[in-house]
């Protein structure tokens, strides 16, 4: 399937603690063409997002040990993720929580409950904004 106007299967690492809630967002993804990879804690995405870079992540904040604020600023501690698309999708809703998902590195957030349409938008709005930033004259 061709998504965006690429013809590059785009991946997505989906971060949550829920396994529920990850099939949920898996399952809605895979359907519509994308490639998907799963993390069910913070140790566990820092792991798989410095071996396979995906080019979007849809993390949970609230998890056991790392939680996804630390996760998001860990990974925009390392140059090599700056173009790596980070989108916080939680049960936190206060704009407190918003803020502190902005600082820690997030471009976009979502909060739960979400329709499947929506989090397909944001998803693809997300990586169409990615991939025009790498094509400008002098991105890397």
Known sequence: MVLGGENVLETILVVDDDPDVARFVEINLRFVGYDVLVAGDGEEAL?????????????????PG???FEVA???RRNP???SMTIVMVTARAMSSDKMLGFSSGADDYMVKPFHPDELLA?????????REERQR????
């Open 122 to 130: 944001r998803v693809d709005t997300s990586l169409r904004r990615a």
């Open 80 to 82: 090599r993720n700056a």
């Open 73 to 75: 600023r860990r990974l």
């Open 137 to 140: 004259p002098g991105a890397v």
């Open 66 to 68: 790392i939680d996804g």
């Open 47 to 63: 792991r798989i997002a410095e071996e396979i870079r995906p080019d979007l992540i849809l993390l949970d904040i609230m998890m």
